[in-house]
């Protein structure tokens, strides 16, 4: 690898398989290399690694966070969370990139995260790991999952119905794991 210092951040793609052996930080996505965690890419030889920065305030195991899904590279999404005690605030200081494995969703079988979570969800979940600089969630608990699904089609937050989860605006359904206190809160919008 170069000297250059590249910034990437999660999800971007860094480089194939067939170049680079796909290293710390990194994911391989059907022989794409793509970037784990936000970081300076770096490496040695045909190794891909992303350095991470150290989060702004490091979260202790068991810490509740609030945040939204940023993306997704199956079989993880990346999140950008605070502590929830922090939540509402549109940049909390201590916003830290963190990691979901879809084995952490729920108990039971989850094959992929977009069975249950899509990208601008906004989610409730526990730190339960701090592994390779890299901050891991679970919402395998009642009270963490979504906090607000918004419609695919329209963007509308959905509402919790008994049948299910559906747009008030287009009728359109949708799944997801959802925090035992989940409902539609009016967002700020500006
Ligand atoms: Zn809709």
Not at 81 to 98: D, F, I, T, W
Not at 158 to 165: F, N, Q, S, T, V
């Amino acid at each position: 690898m170069s000297e250059s210092k590249r910034f990437v951040r999660p999800g971007e793609e860094v480089g194939t398989e067939e170049e680079f052996e796909a290293g710390t930080g990194t994911l391989n996505e059907d022989g794409r290399i793509l970037a784990s965690i936000p970081g300076t890419l770096g490496g040695q030889e045909r190794r891909l690694d992303v350095i991470g920065h150290p989060a702004l305030t490091p979260f202790a195991k068991g810490t509740w966070v609030v945040g939204r899904i940023e993306n997704i590279a199956e079989p993880v999404a990346l999140a950008v969370v605070g502590a929830e005690e922090l939540a509402g605030q549109r940049a909390p200081k201590s916003s830290a990139y963190v990691v979901l494995h879809a084995s952490y969703i729920k108990r039971g079988y989850v094959k992929k995260v977009r069975d249950e979570y899509r990208i601008g969800d906004i989610i409730r979940a526990r730190i339960v790991e701090l592994k390779n600089g890299e901050f891991h969630i679970s919402t395998d608990d009642p009270h963490a999952g979504c906090l607000i699904a918004f419609c695919p089609a329209c963007r509308e937050p959905m509402e919790k119905r008994p049948a299910g989860l559906q747009c008030p605006a287009c009728e359109r359904r949708d799944n997801r794991k959802l925090a035992d206190d989940y409902k539609v809160v009016p967002l700020t919008r500006e």
